[in-house]
């Protein structure tokens, strides 16, 4: 299966956006780039997710590199309940493959 | 709308006895998953259900673990016996279809063998 590689942490400040950056250099035809983020003491939570093209809901922004290799979650303004690790999931059916994520750290 | 949800929140039993996890997916879910990240370690993919059939379970660790979804609504996740390195945290997730939809998760179900 294919695999994402980030970084361990990330620190911003409140109300700037923050920048995730991944990369998924084996990622196949068929794989979705997922993102989800568990907050402390709860379950993952759903962010984001795309194929090929650039994607914005209400939580954040998902950037997709032409060649899919690499991916980045653009967060528009941190708020400290953005504080959580946030991981970067390569899925094309059924389960996700969790791996380390990015623990995001926000400061007021 | 609810949730997932499960039960117990937290269980503390000792090595070899049984525990029984339960899990209920947002109404209408057909697909059901199980994770669970031991001390650690990553979250790691247990096993999925379409409805009540078991579609993957490729995760699952050893013949200790038994999961169960009869009438398709929520699922259980028996541990017998009980080892140390059972010990973690227990999600359980539903998507209203396979592929790329979202899935939801529960808050997760503490387990502690002593």
């Known amino acids: 299966d294919a695999k994402t590689t980030q970084p361990n942490s990330m620190e911003s400040n409140e109300e700037e956006p923050v920048h995730l950056p991944c990369n998924h250099s084996?990622?196949?035809?068929?794989?979705?780039i997922h993102w989800y983020r568990q907050l402390p003491s709860q379950g993952p939570e759903y962010v984001i997710h795309?194929?090929?093209s650039n994607v914005n809901n209400r939580m954040a922004s998902l950037a997709i590199a032409e060649d899919r290799k690499s991916s980045t979650l653009i967060l528009h303004r941190a708020t400290l309940r953005d504080a959580a690790v946030y991981y970067c999931i390569l899925r094309s059916w059924g389960k996700l493959q969790f791996g380390a994520g990015t623990q995001v750290v926000v400061t007021p | 709308e609810a949730g997932v949800t499960q039960f117990p929140s937290h269980s503390v039993i000792e090595k070899g006895q049984t525990v029984t996890l339960r899990c209920d997916p947002i109404s209408g879910h057909d697909n059901l998953y199980w994770y669970r990240r031991v001390m650690g370690k990553e979250i790691k993919f247990l096993l999925h259900f379409v409805k009540e059939s078991k579609q993957d379970e490729s995760g699952m660790p050893n013949n200790r673990f038994l999961a169960e979804r009869t009438g398709g609504t929520y699922s259980t996740l028996k541990v017998q016996p009980a080892e140390l390195e059972d010990s973690g945290v227990y999600f359980c997730?539903?998507?209203?279809?396979?592929?790329?939809?979202?899935?939801?998760f529960g808050p997760g179900t503490r387990l502690t063998v002593t």
């Open positions: 084996t990622i196949s035809g068929t794989d979705y």
């Open positions: 997730a539903s998507s209203q279809r396979t592929g790329s939809y979202e899935q939801y």
């Open positions: 795309g194929l090929t």
